[in-house]
Structures are given as C-alpha cells and as structure tokens.
C-alpha cells in the first residue's frame, strides 16, 4: 500500500514543487530555446529556473542543472560506488554502524552530476510493507545506531509520511542517531513550514543527534530565503552541515568554495564534505583529476580556519568505501587507496 495516498490536504511548498519545470517542453518554453534530448529525466524548481534566466547558460547554477549532449555519452559507471553489493531494496548497509535508507527516487531538482543518475527516478518510495523490512532489518541489526535518509531526497515527501518513517525507527532502541541529506531548503525553502518544524522538534526530544546535511555546491544558489530558513534551523539543538560535490566550471576554484564556505558558516551551516566526483555514466563532463582536486583543496588552508573547510574525501569504486581524497605528500595520486577492511587496494582514480 502507497503511504502518500490519503492526503488531507496540499500545503503551500507541494504547489510550489508542482510548478517545476519537469520535461524538456516545460523547459524550452520557459527558457524560449532549445536544449538536447537527454536519456535522464529533469526537474528544475521554478526558483531556481529563474535564477538561471538572470545569470545565464554558462553560470556555475545552470550548468548543474540544464541538460547537456554529453550525459548521453557511455563512459562511466552504473554502480559507480559499488552500491549495489550493500543494497537491500531501500537500504545500503555498507559501514557496520549505520544504515542508509533511500526513502523516495526522486527529488525537488535533478542534478546533472547525480553519481546515482542511472539508479533513482523509477518511480518508487518506500511503503508499508518496505517499512516493516526496514523495522526487521534493524531488529537484526543491533549494531546499527545511525539511520540516514538520503537521496531521493526526505523533505519531499510530506511531513505526515516522514513522520511515519520515524515512527517506526524510534520503535529501535539501538538507533540513537538520524540524519537526513537534502537539497530541498536550498531550491524549495518553503517546505520549511510550520509543520516541519513542529516535525523536527518531536525528532529532537527523542533522537541523541538529529543531523541536516545541506547539498550545495556554489553561493549563487543562497538566496534571501534560503538563508532564512538556515537561521531558522540554527536556532534548533540539530546539527546542520553541508556537503558539495566538486564539479568541473561549477566550484573548481578556491574563490568559489571559499565563497560557498563563508556565506553557509555565517548562518551555522558548517561546511562537512567535499566530494570528488564519482566515475557515474553521464557526468563525464564535470570530472576533474584528482590532482586537479588537492591543489584546489590545498589553497583553502591558508584562506580559512580549519573548521570552515570541510573533508575532502572520495568513494574508491566497487564500494570499498569513502577515503580522504587530500594527501600533504603530493598533490599526484598512485592510484592506491586504503578501504574500509584497511587493505591497499588500486583504484583509476588519479
Ligand atoms: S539532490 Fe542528490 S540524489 Fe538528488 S539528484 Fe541531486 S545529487 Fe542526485
């Protein structure tokens, strides 16, 4: 059975989430040209659609998300972080102590990058009956004290159906801890309503750490409102971060990062990863080297403290885990990495 059914009734950001621009026709006639047909799907909120009208085709914002010819290109992998050896249908148990659980296959907008471009969008989220496995699963998985909702994205499902998620989790006593990664405050800042947060204090006053992880990658995506809403959640006992992907004429620039860092430090979102980007099919086109990455990464330390610049880590493939990405003995990369068993494993990242 499909927990959305039933709903009493359409709160303000689910309109505001219903005038995206979702398909390639809704797109062209926004923006008055033609764009390439493209094997992947598309949503654009209409905030952000706007925004990249004002700044351009070439601005850092509209190359994340306007379609390019190139994601149709077929280099690249399905599985680039080797997912699919920890999945069990809505959950990835790949670290001992945590479990990650993809609650939706969508999102409020749809990245060009997406390192899981070829994995999410077919239309299903979490039911009842997956729910209960989730319940079982965690039953069997004391070790467990980590659930972490991540994309699809969680704040685009409605609050009634996030609370149920939760519901159930705060059933485990070995779960002491929730995390949710999101880019829906940072393009739809009006899911912030007062149902949210009467939401986010009930999940305070039972979990020991509730964590909010922000995706953004550059400052032009911060407006006003987008602020707003992060002071709002500075004001409660959650930790809030963010996370950005390294990306090709996005953020490739210590000017860029340093820019992003300062502005989401200044209302307490604390800058928590940088990711290099994933070996996916379809984003060729924002690839860097990694040595590109640690000169990148390395003129940061002169020009921030230490707790304004984030990890700078990357996935080895076949999933053998996340692994800091910066080396201070040289910027050129052997190739070899150590995973999560502690073993030296050789890799073609360079
Ligand atoms: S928000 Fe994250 S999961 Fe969703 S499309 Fe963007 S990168 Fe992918």
Known sequence: MEIQKNKPSISTWEK????????????????????PEINYPIRIPLRVAKKIKDLGFDHPLALQYLPHRDENLSQGSLDPIGDQKFQHGKIIHRYNNRLLVIPTSTCPVICRYCFRKNELYDGTFVDRDSLERIKNYLIDHPEVEEVI?????????????LRKYTDIIKEIDSVKNIRFHTRTFITIPERMDIEL??????????????????HINHVSELDEDILDVLSKMRRLPLHQFSQSVLLKNVNDTSKDLIELFKSLAKVGCIPYYLHHPDNAKGTQHFSLSLEQGRKIYHSLRNQLPGWMIPQYILDIPEGEGKVPAFNPEGFKSSGKFINKSSELVDTQIF
Do not use: A, M, W
């Open 16 to 35: 505001v989430l219903r005038t995206s621009l979702k398909n390639q026709k809704e797109l062209e006639s926004f923006f008055e040209c033609p764009f």
């Open 149 to 161: 909702f991540s994309g699809g994205d969680p704040f685009i499902l409605s609050t009634s159906v």
């Open 197 to 214: 947060l009467d939401y986010l204090e009930g999940i305070i006053s039972h979990f020991e750490n509730v964590t909010i992880i922000h």
